[in-house]
């Protein structure tokens, strides 16, 4: 049997399909001709190792061995730029959702006070203090249930309010991504 490292071209053929086929069982089937190349390219560099090695067969195989951990090692690399990447834009979003929030969250307290008296008072106290709706109840005189109906009237004309002055921009959980004045010129969302 010729050895692989013959130069003629029936024992390169014969070592050429071996190689491929180590490598193929190693790396995904999109990776295992950029591999091979790495390997040949390694293999013409060191070309002077090959000639001297004692088991030129196994010096081989142990180049093969080498350029398929680095390609695990590039690609490892790789997916975790991306993941930082990913992380990096992830948090420009949520930045900029919370400024949109923020700003948006300015124009909502004159609104809540423009709203009819009962409503502006039942979410200045529920929604800007804080407070429990029993006790805003109690603090009103009003019974829970009705200081519900309120705390749902008054968020229903606020979103109107809301709307009619802005177009807003959620996401899934209703969280405000974006906003947008509808009147280009207006500088304040009251209504």
Request: glycine share 6%; charged share 25%; proline share 4%.
């Amino acid at each position: 049997m010729m050895a692989p490292w013959s130069s003629t071209a029936e024992a390169w053929t014969a070592f050429e399909g071996r190689l491929s086929a180590y490598v193929r069982r190693r790396v995904d089937s999109a990776s295992a001709d950029d591999v091979l190349g790495d390997i040949l390219l390694r293999l013409v560099q060191h070309q002077g190792q090959l000639e001297t090695a004692a088991n030129p067969s196994a010096w081989l195989f142990r180049v093969a061995a080498s350029a398929i951990a680095d390609h695990y090692r590039r690609r490892s690399a790789q997916q975790k730029a991306m993941a930082q990447l990913d992380a990096a834009d992830q948090d420009k979003r949520e930045s900029a959702a919370e400024e949109a929030s923020a700003e948006l969250a300015q124009c909502l307290l004159p609104m809540i006070r423009s709203l009819p008296e009962p409503y502006g008072e039942a979410l200045r106290l529920t929604d800007i203090e804080g407070l429990a709706q029993p006790v805003a109840a109690r603090r009103l005189g009003l019974s829970t249930s009705g200081m519900k109906s309120r705390v749902q009237r008054g968020r229903a004309k606020l979103k109107q309010a809301l709307l009619r002055c802005c177009a807003v921009q959620i996401d899934r959980q209703g969280g405000v991504l974006d906003y947008q004045l509808r009147s280009p010129g207006s500088k304040s969302c009251t209504p």
